[in-house]
């Protein structure tokens, strides 16, 4: 997996379980800030050393440019979207009985 792809997974993993960085929220300069606090601080956390090594490995002047590139965004988008619905499909259909 490309530092790219480990920044748009990490990113996903935070945008898509709290809800403070929904939206256009990020825009707010405290709410950056503290996004990348959690950001660096989950990044420390990574038990797969291959993953941990890549993002480690990630420029600041490619990261900036990855942030700037709308398309970044568009992709942490589709993995969160990607994500609910691999839930949705281990979720009871509505017409199954209960346990």
Same mark, same amino acid.
């Given at each position: @997996?490309?530092?790219?792809?480990?920044?748009? /997974? =990490?990113?996903? +993993?935070?945008?898509? =379980?709290?809800?403070?960085y929904?939206?256009?929220?990020? /825009?707010? &300069?405290? !709410?950056?800030?503290?996004?990348?606090? #959690?950001?660096?601080?989950? @990044? +420390?956390?990574?038990?797969?050393?291959?993953?941990? #090594? *890549?993002?480690?490995?990630?420029? *600041?002047? +490619?990261?900036?440019?990855?942030?700037d590139?709308?398309?970044?965004?568009?992709?942490?988008?589709?993995?969160?979207?990607?994500?609910?619905? !691999? !839930?949705?499909? =281990?979720? &009871?259909?509505?017409?199954?009985?209960?346990?």
């Open positions: @997996m490309t530092p790219h792809d480990c920044m748009i /997974n =990490l990113m996903a +993993d935070l945008i898509g =379980l709290d809800d403070t929904k939206g256009d929220r990020l /825009n707010d &300069p405290s !709410v950056w800030d503290r996004f990348m606090d #959690e950001l660096f601080k989950r @990044m +420390d956390t990574i038990e797969d050393e291959e993953i941990r #090594e *890549s993002l480690g490995s990630i420029d *600041s002047e +490619d990261f900036q440019c990855w942030i590139d709308p398309g970044f965004w568009s992709a942490i988008e589709a993995e969160i979207a990607r994500r609910l619905e !691999v !839930v949705k499909t =281990l979720l &009871p259909s509505p017409h199954q009985g209960h346990c």
